[in-house]
């Protein structure tokens, strides 16, 4: 299983844990080819997620994030948009980690049944391969 190393966004991630693979040096490349194979509609979500991701993980409802982006079908269509992208993570190739539970989990954003966020190491690399 990779490792993790300690960040700030956590629900399925353990506790202030970011992916391995955002500390590789082939990171910025993973990044671009992610970002490549990530559809229009799942790019806006995920802008709208990078650009408020700063320093610190912050959480984002659904109704926000659909909001924010004036999605069609709201928060159930910001589900949607993100659910339809783990094709686009598997295609790019990164890892997948055992969650606590016991689950597997891509860690591009996380979670928690209520709030999306993403860790500001992740929202770092892919607001660059986005030319943000």
């Known amino acids: 299983m990779p490792e993790f ?3 700030g966004c956590a629900h399925r ?3 202030g844990t970011v992916p ?13 080819t992610l970002w490549d194979k990530i ?4 790019q806006g979500v995920l802008l709208h997620l990078i650009r408020g ?5 912050v959480h984002f409802l659904p109704e926000e994030i659909a909001k924010a982006i004036s999605h069609p079908k709201g928060a159930s269509g910001v589900a949607g948009t993100l659910g339809g992208e783990g094709k686009a993570i598997r295609r790019a190739g990164l890892p997948m980690y055992t ?4 689950n597997s989990w891509h860690y591009i954003w996380d979670w928690d049944g209520q709030r999306y966020c993403m860790t500001p190491e992740v929202a770092r690399l892919l607001r660059t391969a986005a030319g943000n």
């Open 5 to 7: 190393r300690a960040s």
């Open 20 to 32: 391995s693979w955002v500390e590789a040096d082939e990171a910025p490349a993973i990044a671009a």
């Open 53 to 57: 991701t700063g320093d610190e993980a």
């Open 39 to 42: 559809s229009p509609q799942g």
């Open 99 to 102: 969650t606590p539970k016991g």
């Open 13 to 15: 991630l353990p506790s």
